[in-house]
């Protein structure tokens, strides 16, 4: 059974453009406490490399592991403490790990760069652990920091159900492509999604507080805005290279569909938050009927 290429990645821009792909490849993989190996070094040539091995030796568990080094909860979308390494059998007399991490040494068109991330155990009594990110040995703000480094898209099988699912699963999907393109997407959707389930509680509680609802609804306004228009910007790349046409197939068309879509098409991303604030705002009492934002 094989799974998939560790190298010769190519970066999203240049493909959607048309140009010539710039090659990412990854030259050395090490991973530690990471499902289910211990320890790994994996180095790697430019050429495309095929794993090959038996149900449950690990196949695809470094394909998750490279999936972390874009940002992300990777491609099965697991908690954090979900891949740490655990023993196999219970007389095993390895403890559980607390902590990961995975580390790859890319060629980027940039030249070489040093790339990590894991969970590190809290630090303190009381402490959580939580998710560090380093460049060429610093230690990064964000995850938003990979995505300058690493774009990666997957197609795995159970993103069959992308066709069977809510339109909330296509919009995940979409947002990966994006972050490809923008890096900062992945936190515009991340700060938009949480205002977005705040401002849903607080109707759910009956909180009636202007003064909550009107900082909620700017920062879903901000962010909701900017993802929006980095959406309609990575359609438009995608539109392109999909009129260019692939031998015989018949070319689509892609476009976006929406209201904040209309509004961008027509005005200034500062007036489109405007507009915004004040549909949200006017839709408190009918989203709190309803039970969502409408």
């Not at 030259?27 to 289910?36: H, M």
């Amino acid at each position: 059974m094989t799974a998939g290429a560790i190298s010769a990645l190519a970066y999203a821009s240049d493909a959607v453009s048309g140009a010539a792909p710039a090659l990412l490849a990854v030259r050395q993989l090490r991973l530690s406490d990471f499902r289910n190996y211990r320890q790994l070094r994996l180095d790697c040539g430019l050429e495309p490399v095929v794993l090959v091995g038996a149900n449950g030796a690990g196949k695809t568990n470094l394909l998750e592991a490279l999936s972390f080094l874009a940002p992300g909860r990777g491609l099965r979308r697991a908690r954090l403490d979900e891949v740490c390494h655990r023993p196999r059998s219970a007389g095993n007399d390895d403890a559980p790990a607390t902590s990961w991490a995975v580390a790859a040494t890319l060629d980027t068109p940039d030249g070489r760069v040093a790339i990590g991330t894991g969970l590190e155990p809290a630090r303190n009594e009381g402490g959580l652990p939580r998710r560090v990110v380093r460049i060429d040995g610093r230690t990064a703000p964000s995850q938003t920091a990979l995505g300058r480094h690493v774009a990666a898209v997957w197609l795995t099988p159970q993103l069959d159900r992308l066709f069977l699912d809510g339109a909330s699963e296509r919009r995940r999907f979409l947002d990966r492509l994006v972050t490809a393109l923008h890096p900062e997407h992945a936190g515009d959707v991340a700060a938009y999604e949480n205002a977005l389930r705040q401002r849903a509680r607080l109707l759910g509680e009956g909180n009636r507080d202007p003064h909550w609802f009107t900082a909620l609804e700017d920062t879903m306004a901000r962010h909701g805005v900017a993802l929006a228009a980095a959406r309609a910007d990575t359609v438009q790349r995608l539109d392109a290279a999909a009129r260019l046409g692939v031998g015989p197939f018949p070319r689509a068309s892609l476009a976006m569909a929406g209201e904040v879509d209309g509004w961008l098409a027509t005005m200034a991303a500062l007036d489109a938050e405007d507009r915004l604030r004040g549909e949200l705002a006017a839709s408190r009492l009918r989203d709190a009927d309803a039970g969502t934002t409408s």
